[in-house]
Structure formats: structure tokens, C-alpha cells
């Protein structure tokens, strides 16, 4: 349990209001900040949510206007009532509505008329109620979203800002202030976080019940939430994740600006019906939810407590940039279950550095503990805590630092907690446990006063340094940039597609081993060569063609899992052992699943290398879409279960990632003297691999078992390819969450004067181009792109990289323009679309380096935005131009730009409509 007597924790600003009146106006203001509010079927009658949400919105600290809305009443705890929404004489921020379900399309409908910004549907009796109330609840959603009324709920208590006063909701109290947005899906959730809040003193910049996600969901909040100055971390408690792309891309956007952390129920699945495929069996959803959040850089806990305790932690203590830990203790006991906590949750214990080991060994009582854990024995005072706390931040193996105080006689809580205080701010997390009650308090309170967070037991410090890393390391993981492969603009197989919809046409769903083989060689995975055999002379004929020993395998386009029917048949040496097995085959194959299910064999060499057997699968989620899935392979798949989950795409750097978390990728490294596979071939064919998933949503289910792999080479023996059933809609179909590479905007030009130009969406592998790009820039080119001087070093940060390159292509497309100088690739200019929140809006920067003025790159580049734009369902792009910019100026109004100069001043403001 954390332990803090201040977790309240105030914003700098005193005044919140005036944040939201200098900052520029976002898409949901009007439900978090609005100036007028509208309750809609108010009451005053005792026990009712309609006067429970009167008198919440009429509390002293809300400085809005509220109007109480029934027909049936004059007036409302003493506020005159108005018989509708359109009787107010004013137009309303926000709309309240608590009227019985069946009424609410009908209450829209006339907001919708009276020109209300945005509406929170309290009410319940919509899709949870069944096929009526889903209906009730469409009919709802299309009202708004045509009159572009955001809308929270329904079923929902509602929404507080504190920092305001805020209390839209039917809740008892508003909550206190501070700067932890909490976003929920259960009103019974918030209500009992918000009971413990005022116990635990824990404040919040908002606090929202999210209810149905009819409209307004979590991708929504988060991203506004990420924009607002007050909130400093975002807690969710979720129960269905509702639009995975919409929460995907704003979560990934957001976390590398403040934490988000989640709560979801559902760790123990219910019972799931049987997949066709080993891969399809593997995975339970919440382990799919985990591969998720990881690959969002969204931090997830188990318990409420947790939820705060992460927040603040992260809120006061920089992350750590590695797994080790080093433990300052006054008591052995205590420390050894923190050295527990962080080692079996993922993190490690320092090795102290030889130089860090000497000082402390010529400086502390001869019976130290002469490692880490630090013991500084039961009398240690505060300089002795001090001079160990200072060798370990200096000390480059530790990574993050605890402090254990146990209380015993010659202890001084204060005076030690004071000796930390000057360690609050290094590059490194300090954590604290001043283990005991009352003698300890003071000291507790000094240290939350230096922002080091303090917990009342070491483990739990220890198992919040790790999550710390976990956390640490996803971030890392997601923005580390990766290696460029040559060949990237590689288009889809051309017999990929031929091989699906012969199938589908067939209205077959399991693709045949040879369909399945060809298929992957086509993204170039290897595969071992395979023969079709209809009869048993072929199959003789086909096993001296390959050679021997051989392989014959039953040939079906029904039977999913050849082994289980006696399919299978290794190490076949002479042409009469392939007759023989033939014969073997067909009669197990008949008696066990009937004589239609035998098609013939198939004939491939037997492969002899002393290797390992993965598996490479996917699988579709329910939620998420296609999910990959890694590890090691053979008839025991199901039995060891060493696999991890990944969704796609993969570049080389998440795929290394995905092979790490398995315990057969150290064996593979190489071990007791055996030689390693090639890792970075392995590495290109999961990218390959995850390539061939995102290009092709009919795939419901893919296995590759084994993929044999050893020093010698990489080969699938096996694979298996289940379709979606013919006439599946699009929107079942398996697609991902993540949004792949845009490939379909590639597009090859010449210039004028001859030079070929690659036009391409950029990618996390560009950023080394990139940089080179800025050294080519002139200090007026740069001027004129940022409206300011950045020196090379302050544009070309890794962190400023990551906006540029990372595009989440849902989002955002940056285009970049390649050449080739003396044979090496060189980008010359960089154009981009960002899409601006809640809007069909987007807007245009561009860039080329200063030699290719004038040569018509410009041109070039604006028109494939403006067309990437209109496939994009973009309606218009905005760009600000510094009006000294004479040729972006005339660019933008050769394509039918509208300039303006808002207050006669020094920057344009260029419109197109499309």
C-alpha cells in the first residue's frame, strides 16, 4: 500500500478556468468545461436521480448556468424549469438528459434542433436490454452524430470536472481536485473509486463515466484527455474495449506523454469454444489484451490500490532505463522480501559496480552486508543512509533505488528523510518504504513533500519499481528504431489473392497444404518442396522425383490436423515404403473420418536438420483482429505452451521483442556448445510473416508448424490456412487494429530535369534518413517550416524523431520523396497530413531541402497529398505559411487554396476544400 499524506495533488495553476480560457478550444470543452448547462428531465421529488443531478449541477462551486428542463414544473429546487430545451434563452454547452429511455430520441432530436454542443445520456433501457433498446440506441447515435452532438453514454452516471466544480452526475459529492483523470465503464466502479478517493484524499482533473460508448469512446477521452494541461495520468477501469482502433491509436499517441493505466476484469476467460487451429487454442483473450496494451505502451494492474499507487509513483519519479534495483535497508528481513517482489515481477537486483562496492566497503561498519541489498546494520543513522544512497545514484548498474527504514531504537525517521530530500530529482526513480505507524509519520510526510513516493510495506515498493520497468521498457520497445530492410516497396503477391478466391468460390475455408505453401513462399518464407499425389503410383513417381528419405502426408481439404487421423509418415527410404504408406493412410483416414476426407497425399523430402521446432501462427480476436503468435512448435505445442503474442505489424524490432518472451529463443541464441540460428533471418521472415497477415483479412487462422530452424537454414514443413466463410461482410473480416503500412500510396515520378523520385508514406526505419535530411536544410528553410531557428541537434532528437517517423497512419501519413544519390537512397522532402480531432479537417506541412527548389518536387508532392487526402475522406486541409513564403504560397493557391491573413499578420492561413 502507498503510503502519502499529500495525494492530493493539487495543479500548479490555482485557477483552472484560466488554463481553459488561454488554451485554444478542444472538440469535447462542451462536456468538460461548459459555460451552460441543460438538465433534462429534472425533478425535485425525494429519492430521485432527477434531483440528485439538479442539486449536484446547482452545487456553489459550479460558476456555469443551469437550466432544469420539465414540462411539468414551474420551477426545480427553486431554479425556474423550461418546458423544452428550445425554451432556453440561450444556446446549451452541454444537455444532461435523465428522461425515460424510450423519450431520449425524441429529447435529441430537439437538442439537435436547438443547437446544444454536447450531451450526456444518464438513462438507461438501450442495447443492454436487447435487440429494441439497440435500435432505440442507433436511432440516438445518428441524431447526434448528424447534428455533431458528442454524446456520453447512455446508461452512464456521468461526468465531474473538480477543477471546476463540475458534478454532472447522480453521484453523492463531487470529487476532490487534482490531476488523475479516471474514465470508467461501470457507474458502480466510479462510485465506490470515489468513496475511497475522499478516504485516500486522492484528487482528480476528471472524472468520467463512459457507460454504453455509443458514441463518444475511449480513443476519444484519452486523446483529449492527453491534450489537457491539468491531467498528468489517465486511469481507466475497463470492461469491453469497444472501437480497438480508435482506443489503439490514441493510447499509442498519448503514452509518451503521460501514463496510462488500466484495470480490466476478465483474467479468468470463460469457457471458449475449441479453435480449429493449435494456434486458435492457445491464447485467451486477456492474453491478447496484454499483447495489446504492450504494444500501446498502456501500463495494466490488477487492483484498485495499484491503480493510484502507479499514478502517483509515476507521476513524481522519471522511469528507469533498466531492470536493476538497489536496495539501502536498515534490516535484512524486509529487504529480502523486496528483492523477492522485484525479481519475480520482472525486474532484477544490481550488481554493485567495483568502484560503488570499494566506497561503501571503506566507509560502512565491517559487518555490511558487502553487496546489495545494502544492510547498513540496525544503528545506521542518517549519514550513513546518505553516503549509500549517493554511491548507488552515481553507480551506472543500478538503475532506480529503494530506501527501507525500520524503526528501531537508535533510529531517526525525520533526520534520514531529510537526507534524501536532495535526491528527489536525479535521473533515476528513489522509492521509499519508512516501515512502522506514528514514529514514522513525520518522516513520511517529508519525503512526499520531496516527491518520493513512500509505501508502507518494501515489496510493494519493490513490485512498483518493476512495473516501473515494465512500463519503461514497452515504451522503449515501441519507439526504438528499427533496421531498414532494401525492398520495402515490395506490392502484394500476385497469386496470393488468385489462391483466396479460388477458394472462397469453391466455398472452401481450409486452403490445402499446397495452397498453404505456395501462399507463403510468395512473401517469401521458406518452405520445403511439396508434391500432390492422387494416387499411389504419383506418390512413388513423386518421392524418386524429390529423393529420399521422404515425408508422405494425407492431402484434404477437410481435415484440419493431418496427425490426429494417422496422416502422417516420416523418414520413408525406398519407393515401395511410399506405396505402403499411401495405402496406410487411405485406410486410416476412411475408418476414422469416412471416405470423402482422403484426397491423396502429398510427398515432400524429409528434412534432416538438428534444429528446433516453433510454431509461427494467427489467429483472429474478437476484439483486436488478427494476433500473431510465436514459439515453440511440434505435436506438444499445446502441452509446453511456450509461446507470446504479438498483434500486427511487426517491424525487426518488435518481432525481436515478440521472439524474446519465450523461453526456446535462448536455446535458439545457441547453448551447450550448439551453434546459433540466424537470428536476423528468423527476425525477416516473422516481419514477412506479419506482412502476409495485414495484406490478406480473409486469413481467419494461419499456422506454420514446424517451422524447422537450425544453423543450417529456416524451413516450413507444415502449414495450414483457414479462410473466413464465404459471404463474411468486410467488417468481420480480420482486420487489424493497428493500421498496416500504406502501401497503396507508393507512387514512382521524374522530375522536370529527369531525376526518379520515390514518393512513399515514411516509416520508424527512415530515421536515420531523416536526420541526414535536417543537415541538408538551410537556416531559411528551417525558419520558414517551424516559424522559428531549431539548431540541427535541437530538431533531430531521438524523442522529436519519434513524432516524425512513428506515424500511426490512422492518424497522420507523413510522405517522403526518395532519390538516389551515387547509389544511395537520400530523402529530399518530407509532406504531411495530421488529422485534427473530431473534425474532417487536416492539416498540411511540407519541407524539401534547399537544392531541389524549383524543380517542381513541390508540386509533385502536394498533389499526391491533396489525393491521399480525398481517399482518406478528408474534407478539407488547412496550412499556416509565413507570408514571406513566396513559393509555398504560390503552390498552395495553384491548387485551388484560399489564403487568408487573420489579423492583418505575417502568417497565412491556406484553405482547400475538397
Wanted: hydrophobic share 40%; glycine share 8%; charged share 25%.
Amino acid at each position: 500500500m502507498y503510503r502519502d499524506d499529500q495525494k492530493n495533488h493539487t495543479p500548479e495553476t490555482t485557477d483552472p478556468s484560466q488554463n481553459y480560457m488561454s488554451r485554444s478550444a478542444q472538440p469535447l470543452d462542451a462536456l468538460f468545461y461548459p459555460k451552460s448547462v441543460a438538465l433534462i428531465g429534472a425533478k425535485d421529488d425525494l429519492g430521485s436521480v432527477g434531483r440528485t443531478m439538479t442539486a449536484n449541477l446547482l452545487n456553489d462551486a459550479f460558476k456555469g448556468r443551469v437550466y432544469p428542463v420539465n414540462p411539468k414544473r414551474e420551477e426545480v429546487l427553486g431554479i425556474k424549469a423550461y418546458p423544452s430545451v428550445a425554451d432556453i434563452p440561450e444556446i446549451v454547452d452541454l444537455a444532461v438528459i435523465v428522461t425515460p429511455a424510450k423519450t431520449v430520441p425524441s429529447v435529441m432530436r430537439e437538442c439537435a434542433a436547438a443547437g446544444v454542443r454536447s450531451a450526456i445520456v444518464i438513462s438507461a433501457g438501450f442495447k443492454e436490454t436487447g435487440p429494441e433498446g439497440l435500435s432505440r440506441e442507433e436511432e440516438l447515435v445518428s441524431i447526434a452524430r448528424a447534428a455533431n452532438i458528442p454524446v456520453i453514454g447512455p446508461n452512464c452516471l456521468g461526468i465531474m470536472n473538480p477543477l471546476t466544480g463540475l458534478n454532472a452526475t447522480f453521484a453523492k459529492g463531487i470529487a476532490l481536485p487534482g490531476n488523475i483523470a479516471f474514465i470508467s465503464q461501470s457507474g458502480a466502479m466510479c462510485t465506490a473509486v470515489l468513496d475511497w478517493s475522499f478516504k485516500e484524499h486522492i484528487g482528480f482533473s476528471s472524472f468520467v463515466s463512459i457507460g454504453s460508448m455509443a458514441d463518444i469512446d475511449w480513443g476519444h477521452l484519452i486523446r483529449y484527455l492527453g491534450g489537457d494541461p491539468e491531467t498528468k495520468s489517465i486511469l481507466i477501469y475497463m470492461e469491453t474495449v469497444g472501437d480497438t482502433q480508435s482506443f489503439m491509436t490514441a493510447a499509442r499517441e498519448v503514452a509518451l506523454e503521460k501514463p496510462i493505466i488500466v484495470i480490466k476484469g476478465g483474467r479468468s476467460p470463460a469457457a471458449a469454444q475449441a479453435a480449429a487451429s493449435h494456434t486458435g487454442s492457445l491464447a485467451g483473450s486477456d492474453e491478447v489484451f496484454d499483447a495489446a496494451l504492450a504494444r500501446a505502451g498502456v501500463l495494466r494492474v490488477d487492483t484498485i490500490s495499484e491503480l493510484f499507487d502507479m499514478a502517483s509513483v509515476l507521476a513524481r519519479q522519471p522511469l528507469p532505463k533498466g531492470p536493476n534495483l538497489g536496495i539501502v535497508t536498515n534490516a535484512g528481513g524486509p529487504s529480502v522480501l523486496a528483492t523477492d517482489a522485484v525479481t519475480l515481477n520482472g525486474g532484477g537486483m544490481a550488481k554493485l559496480s567495483e568502484s560503488g562496492f570499494q566506497e561503501l566497503n571503506a566507509a560502512l561498519p565491517p559487518a555490511w552486508s558487502h553487496g546489495n541489498p545494502v544492510d547498513l546494520l540496525g544503528d545506521a543513522g542518517p549519514d550513513r543512509y546518505e553516503l549509500a544512497v549517493r554511491v548507488l545514484t552515481k553507480d551506472t548498474n543500478v538503475d532506480g533505488i529503494l530506501v527501507i527504514l525500520s524503526p528501531q531504537d537508535v533510529t531517526d525517521p525525520v533526520s534520514t528523510a531529510e537526507c534524501l530530500r536532495s535526491y528527489a530529482k536525479i535521473d533515476k526513480p528513489i522509492l521509499a518504504s519508512w516501515m512502522g505507524g506514528d514514529t514514522v509519520n513525520k518522516g513520511i510526510h517529508i519525503l512526499t513533500q520531496a516527491k518520493i513516493p513512500t509505501f508502507e510495506y518494501p515489496d510493494d515498493a519493490a513490485w512498483a519499481f518493476a512495473k516501473m520497468w515494465k512500463y519503461s521498457q514497452n515504451l522503449i520497445n515501441l519507439y526504438e528504431t528499427p533496421t531498414l530492410e532494401e525492398g520495402e516497396e515490395e506490392s502484394i503477391p500476385p497469386g496470393s489473392s488468385e489462391i483466396i478466391k479460388k477458394a472462397l468460390k469453391e466455398k472452401r475455408t481450409l486452403l490445402d497444404e499446397f495452397e498453404s505453401k505456395e501462399f507463403l513462399a510468395g512473401y517469401g518464407i521458406p518452405v520445403v518442396e511439396t508434391v500432390i499425389a492422387r494416387s499411389r503410383e504419383e506418390a512413388m513417381s513423386g518421392a524418386e522425383k524429390i529423393g529420399f528419405p521422404t515425408v508422405v502426408k494425407l492431402f484434404s481439404q477437410t481435415i484440419t490436423h493431418k496427425s490426429d487421423v494417422g496422416g502422417v509418415i516420416l523418414n520413408i527410404k525406398s519407393k515401395e515404403e511410399v506405396g505402403e504408406a499411401y495405402d496406410n493412410i487411405r485406410r486410416s483416414v476412411t475408418k476414422l473420418a469416412g471416405e470423402k476426407a482422403f484426397e491423396g497425399v502429398t510427398v515432400q523430402k524429409m528434412i534432416k536438420l538438428d534444429g528446433y521446432e516453433l510454431i509461427l501462427g494467427s489467429f483472429c480476436d474478437e476484439q483486436f483482429g488478427p494476433v500473431l503468435l510465436f514459439g515453440m512448435g511440434g505435436q506438444l505445442v499445446e502441452i509446453f505452451r511456450d509461446t507470446a503474442l504479438a498483434l500486427p505489424p511487426l517491424n525487426s524490432n518488435l518481432a525481436m521483442k515478440l521472439m524474446e518472451q519465450t523461453k526456446i529463443f535462448e536455446a535458439l541464441k545457441g547453448v551447450r556448445g550448439k551453434e546459433s540460428v540466424d537470428i536476423d533471418k528468423l527476425t525477416k521472415i516473422l516481419v514477412c510473416f506479419s506482412r502476409l497477415i495485414v495484406e490478406n483479412p480473409w486469413i481467419k487462422e494461419l499456422d506454420i508448424n514446424p517451422l524447422l530452424t537450425s544453423p543450417e537454414g529456416i524451413i516450413a514443413l507444415d502449414a495450414r490456412i483457414v479462410l473466413h466463410e464465404p459471404g463474411t461482410p468486410p467488417e468481420k473480416l480480420s482486420i487489424p487494429s493497428i493500421r498496416p503500412y500504406p502501401s497503396q500510396y507508393i507512387k514512382q515520378i521524374s522530375l522536370s530535369e529527369g531525376t526518379d523520385i520515390l514518393l512513399r508514406p515514411i516509416k520508424a526505419e527512415d530515421e536515420p534518413a531523416v536526420v541526414q535530411f535536417h543537415k541538408e536544410l538551410s537556416e531559411n528553410s528551417v525558419r520558414q517550416r517551424y516559424f522559428e531557428f531549431l539548431t540541427f541537434d535541437e530538431r533531430t532528437t531521438h524523442e522529436r524523431m519519434i513524432r516524425i517517423c512513428f506515424n500511426d497512419y490512422d492518424r497522420e501519413l507523413a510522405l517522403i520523396a526518395l532519390t538516389k544519390e551515387e547509389g544511395k537512397k537520400e530523402i529530399i522532402g518530407i509532406a504531411r497530413l495530421i488529422k485534427i480531432q473530431a473534425t474532417e479537417r487536416a492539416r498540411m506541412t511540407m519541407t524539401i531541402v534547399d537544392k531541389f527548389h524549383g524543380k517542381g518536387l513541390g508540386n509533385a508532392m502536394l498533389t499526391q497529398l491533396i489525393y491521399i487526402a480525398r481517399k482518406e475522406y478528408i474534407k478539407e486541409i488547412v496550412a499556416d505559411v509565413l507570408a514571406e513564403n513566396s513559393g509555398m504560397l504560390h503552390l498552395c493557391k495553384k491548387h485551388g487554396f484560399t489564403v487568408t491573413y487573420p489579423d492583418k499578420g505575417n502568417v497565412a492561413e491556406c484553405l482547400l476544400r475538397l
